[in-house]
Every structure is written in C-alpha cells, then in structure tokens.
C-alpha cells in the first residue's frame, strides 16, 4: 500500500498516480489489499489463495495466460538483476548509494537489451 501512494506513471498529459491493474502474488490477496484497491479503483490481478475457502455465488475470472506472461518478465528482471553481485549482497550500508547501483544496474540490463 505504501508504494502505492507514491507511484507516479507517465503518461501523455500529466502523469497519473493510480495504475489501472495489478498484478501481485497469492501472498497479496488479503482482504486488507482487495478492499484497499477495490476504494482507489484498481483492478486486482491477484492469483486465489489455496487454502481459502469458497464463497457462494459468481466467482471471479481469472486470466492465468496474462498473470504468467507479467509475473514471468518481473522474475526474470530480478534474475538478471541479481546477477550484479553488488546489488545481490547489498555491500553498500547508505540507501541511497544502494539506490544509485541499482538503476546502473536497470541501465545495464537495458543496454544489453537494446544491443541485441
């Protein structure tokens, strides 16, 4: 919830500080979360918890293709990530500096991208 609040996204006019989905884990979909998005007016793309119980009536769709395409790209971002072995073990004791290895880090795996 907290980086929620503070998200910003581009967009053409002004940036817009409310996405129109998420995606998350099954670890997320805690009725604290759904009622949190379900006010702000987000669609939640939150895979079912195994061991919650039924609820009578029409149940909720699920796109399992699309689920796994977006959380597939986000681990194999962190997979890559992690391979800047900074990053990985954290050496740095300032956020900050750790914060600015990072996005040397996204810059490099968007030069490798965009090389190919």
């Known amino acids: 919830m907290p980086l929620l609040k503070n998200i910003r996204i581009k967009s053409t006019r002004r940036p817009r500080s409310r996405p129109k989905r998420v995606y998350a884990d099954n670890k997320y979909n805690t009725p604290l979360v759904m009622m949190y998005l379900a006010a702000r007016g ?18 909720s769709l699920f796109d399992y293709e699309t689920y796994t395409k977006v959380r597939s790209s986000v681990e194999r971002f962190f997979g890559w990530l992690k391979s800047f072995r900074r990053v990985q073990t954290r050496y740095d004791r300032l956020s900050s500096t750790y914060l600015g290895f990072l996005r040397l880090g996204c810059v490099m795996i968007l030069m490798r991208r965009v090389s190919r």
Do not use: L
């Not at 939150?46 to 029409?58: D, F, S, T, W």
């Open 42 to 59: 987000i669609a939640a793309r939150i895979k079912e918890r195994a061991n919650r119980k039924r609820r009578p009536g029409r149940p």
